[in-house]
C-alpha cells in the first residue's frame, strides 16, 4: 500500500500547490487560465506527437481497445441519461449533463499524470485514444441533447455543426493527426525541433496538475447531495466498473492498455465540465461535483491500482 501511495500522493500534493497558489494569492484565476491554456494548446499536443512518433502506427491503435472503452463509455453515458430523465424526471438538459459527468474523464488533466506514473509511456498513447472517444462521441451527444432540451431556441443542426467545428479543432485532435501523418509519411522530426517537443511534452504533467489544483479553489460544497452524489458515484465507481465488463468482453487487448484503461476511466471528470454545466444552469451541481470528484479520487485510484496489483493486472 505504501508503494501505491507513493504514486498517488505526489500527484495530489501538486494539485495542492495549484490551489494553495490560488488561496494565496500567489496566482490569479487569469494567470491560472493561461497556464491552462498552454497546457491544453502547447505541451499535449506536444505529448501526442512524441508518443506517436516513437513507435509503429500497428502498435498504437488498436480497435478492440477502442471499442472496448468506447462501449464502456457509451454504456455508463446511457444510464445516466435514462436515470435523471425517467427515474428521477429531470429535465434532458439537466440529465445529458449529469450523464456528461459520469462518462467522459479528464483524461489530459488527471489521467494522464496517473497512468504515467503508474504504467510509464503507454499513457501517452492511450490518453490521445481516450480522447477520440470523449470528444467525437460522449462530449457531442451530451451536449446535442442538451441542445435539444433546453429552451434557447436555436437550430439542433446549428448546434451540430458548432459542435463538429469546435471538437476539430481541439489541439490534442490536432496533435494526434500530426502524429499520424508523420508515422504515416515516414517523416523523421529534427532533433532541435524533437527536443522542444520532448521538453514541451515532460511539462504536460506536472502543469496539468497545478492547473487543476487552481480550478478547484473557489468551489464551494452545498445543498445538492443526490444529483452530486450520483454524478460521483458515477464518475469513479460505475465508470470504471464499466469499462471492466468491456475489457473482459472484448479479446485480445494489452494487459497494460487494460490497467490503463481503468485508471482513465476513474479519473474525475473534464475539466471544462462546470463550464459546460453553466450554459444549462446546473452550474453549482457540476462545479461541486468536479471538487467532490477530484478529492475523492484520491482514494479511489489508489483503491483501483490496490486492485489490479492485487489481481495481478499490474505489477508494481
Known amino acids: 500500500m505504501l508503494a501505491i501511495l507513493a504514486i498517488t500522493t505526489p500527484i495530489f500534493l501538486l494539485i495542492s500547490v495549484g490551489y494553495a497558489a490560488r488561496w494565496s494569492g500567489i496566482t490569479t484565476r487569469e494567470q491560472m487560465q493561461g497556464v491552462g491554456i498552454f497546457v491544453m494548446h502547447c505541451a499535449l499536443p506536444a505529448l501526442v506527437v512524441r508518443a506517436l512518433t516513437q513507435q509503429p502506427l500497428e502498435e498504437i491503435f488498436k480497435l478492440n481497445y477502442l471499442i472496448a472503452y468506447g462501449l464502456g463509455s457509451i454504456a455508463i453515458f446511457s444510464a445516466g441519461l435514462l436515470l435523471c430523465l425517467k427515474l428521477q424526471r429531470q429535465s434532458l438538459s439537466t440529465s445529458a449533463m449529469q450523464a456528461l459527468g459520469m462518462a467522459a474523464s479528464n483524461s489530459g488533466f488527471i489521467g494522464y499524470p496517473v497512468a504515467a506514473m503508474v504504467i510509464g509511456s503507454p499513457a501517452a498513447v492511450l490518453m490521445a485514444l481516450n480522447i477520440v472517444i470523449e470528444t467525437l462521441i460522449i462530449i457531442p451527444a451530451a451536449l446535442i441533447l442538451a441542445e435539444m432540451g433546453s429552451n434557447q431556441g436555436s437550430s439542433v443542426w446549428i448546434t451540430v455543426k458548432k459542435t463538429a467545428l469546435s471538437l476539430i479543432k481541439n489541439p490534442v485532435l490536432v496533435g494526434l493527426l500530426i502524429g499520424i501523418c508523420l508515422v504515416v509519411s515516414g517523416i523523421e522530426i529534427p532533433a532541435p525541433l524533437f527536443k ?21 479553489f473557489g468551489l464551494h460544497v452545498k445543498g445538492m447531495a443526490r444529483d452530486v452524489g450520483q454524478i460521483v458515484v458515477g464518475k469513479l465507481i460505475l465508470h470504471p466498473l464499466a469499462i471492466l465488463v468491456a475489457f473482459l468482453v472484448i479479446p485480445d487487448i494489452d494487459p497494460i492498455y487494460f490497467a490503463g484503461a481503468l485508471l482513465f476511466a476513474a479519473a474525475p471528470m473534464i475539466s471544462i465540465y462546470p463550464l459546460l454545466g453553466q450554459r444549462y444552469g446546473v452550474d453549482g451541481v457540476s462545479a461541486t461535483a468536479m471538487l467532490v470528484a477530484t478529492v475523492a479520487s484520491f482514494f479511489t485510484l489508489s483503491l483501483v491500482i490496490w486492485w489490479m496489483t492485487l489481481s495481478g493486472l499490474l505489477a508494481m
Open 196 to 216: 522542444a517537443i520532448d521538453m514541451l511534452a515532460e511539462a504536460a504533467g506536472p502543469s496539468a496538475l497545478f492547473v487543476i489544483g487552481g480550478t478547484l
